[in-house]
């Protein structure tokens, strides 16, 4: 049985950027503080099902840097990705900048003429190479996948079955993916709604819940109207997410706005930015684990408890 209080990890979105959770879980294991309950969305869904399957983060790292090493792998995100954010603005010249320009609106173009961009197997591919043939219930960790059904806007929380549905459909980016179909319900990243799980960690059974929340994104470069409306989509999660994370008992916030959430050529600093954050947060973590585990707060927890029954 878990020692008092069962720590839940909630991994939230954040595409590229949430391989900081790779990091944070390195700082985490370093300090003796291990995860009794994992729930991830999409990005944290691949890094907490990697790490729910095998909880070591040495290994679930050096699982996903084979494919953020992989050029073929990076070639799939690389047009999402402006080339000023990968280049100096004023080393920019005239032919990039056209470039640029002309890869913004042919992704624009794509994603009001396609259902997605991708196959599927472009992301499954992946994942089934990652994860193998395992089902949840062969994980070493409880561990849930947060998703989005489109149809009635409902959570999808994937927490039996294939492994690889759940992480395939916890992080099939809507207009980039194919959704999951499964009977009526159309399922997809569930980024947008609940980018950072902490229901569905606590639904696991967690106690005192760690939300890892990678920030979103700050595009603020408009070519097209389309940029100003993902902008406006982005303000309104953001906002959605502050009241999700307070939710939780503690939260870590790795600093990686100025990368990119397809740059995974970034992928390393990412992954050592959490690991920095995950660091800077043990100490006061540390004290709140104390304090939980306390005579004095059980005394409390256990009058309170009470009082609700009675």
């Not at 939230?12 to 370093?30: D, I, N, Y």
């Not at 494919?67 to 799939?76: G, L, P, R, T």
């Not at 009526?184 to 760690?210: F, K, M, N, S």
Request: net charge neutral; with cysteine.
């Amino acid at each position: 049985m878990a020692e008092y209080p069962i720590v839940g990890l909630a991994l939230g979105s954040g595409g590229a950027r949430g391989l900081a959770h790779a990091g944070v879980l390195a700082a985490l294991e370093e300090a003796g503080i291990r995860p009794d309950r994992v729930a991830g969305t999409s990005m944290g869904a691949i890094v907490g099902g990697l790490y729910a399957q095998d909880p070591d983060p040495a290994r679930v790292w050096r699982r996903l840097q084979a494919y953020v090493d992989d050029e073929e792998f990076a070639s799939y995100w690389a047009p999402f990705v402006p080339r000023s954010e990968n280049h100096d603005r004023e080393h920019l010249g005239r032919i990039a900048g056209i470039f640029d320009f002309m890869q913004r609106k042919m992704i624009a173009v794509k994603t009001v003429t396609r259902p997605w961009q991708q196959d599927e197997d472009k992301l499954r591919g992946p994942l089934a190479t990652m994860f193998g043939p395992g089902s949840f219930a062969d994980l070493k960790i409880p561990f849930a996948a947060v998703a989005l059904d489109l149809v009635s806007g409902e959570r999808v929380v994937f927490r039996e079955g294939a492994l690889v549905d759940g992480v395939y459909a916890s992080s099939a980016i809507p207009g980039v993916f194919p959704p999951l179909r499964r009977g009526p319900q159309v399922i997809c990243d569930g980024g947008g709604p609940y980018r950072c799980p902490v229901e569905a960690v606590r639904d696991l059974g967690a106690e005192l819940v760690v939300a890892v929340d990678i920030p979103a994104f700050e595009d603020t470069h408009f070519s097209t109207g389309l940029d100003m409306i993902l902008r406006s989509n982005t303000i309104a999660r953001q906002r959605l997410n502050e009241y999700v994370v307070a939710t939780a008992d503690f939260v870590i916030r790795p600093e990686v706005t100025d990368y990119h959430w397809a740059d995974f050529a970034n992928g390393s600093v990412a992954r050592d930015r959490g690991y920095e954050a995950g660091k800077a947060a043990v100490p006061a973590l540390q004290e709140l684990l104390r304090e939980r585990r306390s005579f004095g707060h059980r005394v409390r927890r256990t009058l309170a408890a009470a009082l609700r029954l009675g």
